[in-house]
């Protein structure tokens, strides 16, 4: 697509809807595919890394249909089946290609799953080698540790430890997977994981398609054989989409209602607008939604954020805008995503004249006297929405491939068209 240039907007007084949730809807059509009858999904994502997780069940052999803001799954009551030799092309999701490597390890079958260039650097040792501790074959035919990875089954179960420094979805793959597992799962994270409000989010998918999930805090994890059970299941809204609304409270001034969130959500990014409120905005909820209001300055703030990964970007952006620098801490694991998000958010501040540094697990925003530019959001779609909050406050800026976005919002340019921001 032709890069979009953005001018200069604000002060907003909106109230928009956040899309649904893109990680539970993955969630939600992994345990459906594999449960005992049949599920409806209401309201899931349809974007392109929700449709390659479809995709890539459908060459496990499932069967899903897919409707107008529903989706039906005839679950298989067991593992999938599609004999030997499906090879999976997860694109550049790494949800999709990591939940769906323990799902074809429970079939007595050979599956490769692939993706992107980017995609062939992302680690996936890991989760590799607690697949083989339970049971699988695993081999990497290009390069040791990375996609594509190549898996067959079956998983027996067992007792594994595995690593949460590089990821969380090593782990929800692991329990996704387990209800299936002829020996169940006790899983043992050896490290405090990185976005492990994102466990929450599997444990509760689990929970809500019939399965219990015995926990202590992070670390423990057991699961016993049984199964999933058909049913119909309602994605919530996404608190990572959200964010970049609300920034356009924080970034533009004025104010922004978003609808079709639970204030009371699992998702680590609803604390995004934690965040605002210490940077200077009022935050309130109530039954029209949750509402960020900015009326004075913003100020730097000094903030972890390890549970809230999708939204550090969206911060970083707000906080070129504020008087003082900002902090960001526990993001180390950033450099493992569609980008390294911490180097190219860095980068793409500079170019827009605000100084920006990146440390070990820390990215820190020094605001500046910012200007127009062109931003390449080097294919992530983060990037390009963060970059177009930060665009409509200074002006002159266009984003390249914006169609990047249908990664996880398809409609989020017309979200602000329809606000009169473009």
Not at 85 to 108: I, Q, Y
């Amino acid at each position: 697509m032709t890069a979009l240039v953005l001018g200069r907007a604000g002060p907003v007084d909106l109230a928009l809807s956040a899309p649904p949730s893109k990680s539970l809807t993955h969630r939600a059509l992994v345990a459906a595919a594999l449960a005992d009858g049949s599920s409806v999904l209401y309201d899931p994502l349809l974007a392109d890394d929700t449709r390659l997780t479809i995709e890539g069940l459908r060459r496990l052999g499932a069967t899903i249909e897919v409707g107008d803001r529903v989706v039906g799954i005839e679950g298989a009551g067991g593992p999938l089946g599609a004999g030997d030799g499906a090879v999976l092309d997860c694109g550049n999701s790494g949800t999709t290609l990591r939940l769906l490597a323990s799902v074809a390890a429970l079939a007595d079958a050979r599956a490769t799953l692939t993706g992107s260039a980017r995609m062939r650097e992302r680690p996936v040792g890991p989760l590799g080698t607690a697949l083989e501790a339970l049971g699988a074959s695993v081999r990497y035919p290009a390069a040791d540790g990375l996609p594509p990875i190549e898996v067959a089954g079956p998983l027996r179960g067992g007792e594994v430890a595995i690593d949460g420094a590089v990821s969380s979805q090593f782990a929800s793959s692991l329990l996704l997977a387990a209800p299936l597992m002829p020996g169940g799962l006790v899983l043992r994270l050896a490290s405090p994981p990185v976005s492990r409000s994102y466990l929450d989010l599997t444990v509760g998918v689990i929970a809500a398609f019939g399965t219990t999930v015995e926990r202590q805090g992070y670390e423990r994890f057991a699961v016993a054989r049984g199964g999933y059970a058909g049913t119909a299941y309602a994605v919530e809204g996404d608190w990572s989409s959200a964010s970049y609304l609300f920034a356009l409270a924080a970034a533009l001034g004025g104010k922004v209602t978003v609808k079709n969130l639970d204030p009371a959500s699992a998702q680590g990014d609803r604390r995004f607008v934690a965040a605002l409120a210490a940077m200077g905005c009022t935050v309130s909820s109530g039954p029209d939604g949750v509402t960020v209001d900015r009326a004075g300055p913003l100020r730097g703030i000094d903030c972890e954020m390890s549970s809230a990964p999708d939204t550090v970007q969206t911060l970083a952006a707000v906080a070129a805008l504020a008087e003082g620098p900002t902090r960001i801490t526990g993001v180390g694991h950033l450099r493992h995503k569609e980008s390294d998000r911490l180097a190219v958010t860095a980068d793409r501040l500079r170019a827009l004249g605000a100084g920006a540094t990146v440390e070990e697990g820390a990215l820190t925003v020094v605001p500046g006297p910012l200007h127009g530019g062109c931003i390449d959001p080097a294919g992530d779609h983060r990037t390009a929405m963060a970059f177009a909050v930060l665009g409509l406050a200074v002006g002159d800026v266009a984003i390249e491939d914006p169609g990047c976005v249908a990664k996880s919002w398809p409609g989020f340019w017309s979200a602000l068209r329809g606000a009169g921001l473009l």
